[in-house]
Nanobody
Framework: VQLQASGGGLVQAGGSLRLSCAAS????????MGWFRQAPGKERQFVAA????????YYADSVKDRFTISRDNAKNSFYLQMNSLKPEDTAHYYC?????????????????WGQGTEVTVSS
């Protein structure tokens, strides 16, 4: 599975961005998808995950009520809508896939990773 993230950029605090991740998987709907991020000097952390059908989503407490993860299985893509962005959201954002029946929230549970996209939020 190859993943390609896009949509990052520079935005002012309070603004919005929508990240996209396109997957090459032939059976995209068999994969749980997730977003992770890594800020400079910090470890990579979980942001959001979505189950195979898109019916269940999970969020880190730090982004709950501001970010929304979604997927379009017909387009082999999933997304992260980020609203009310804060400077502390500045990080490199990675999309990831796990061949699993259960939604995963831990980094080691994901087998496939994209190169990611940079998000910078200015104050």
């Amino acid at each position: 599975v190859q993943l390609q993230a896009s949509g990052g950029g520079l935005v002012q605090a309070g603004g919005s961005l929508r990240l996209s991740c396109a997957a090459s998987a032939r059976t995209f709907s068999s994969y749980v998808m997730g977003w992770f991020r890594q800020a400079p000097g910090k470890e990579r952390q979980f942001v959001a995950a979505i189950n195979r059908s898109g019916s269940n989503t999970y969020y880190a407490d730090s982004v709950k009520d501001r970010f929304t993860i979604s997927r379009d299985n017909a387009k082999n893509s999933f997304y992260l809508q980020m609203n009310s962005l804060k400077p502390e959201d500045t990080a490199h954002y990675y999309c990831a896939a796990a061949y699993s029946s259960y939604t995963r929230t831990r980094e080691y549970e994901y087998e496939y990773w994209g190169q990611g996209t940079e998000v910078t939020v200015s104050s």
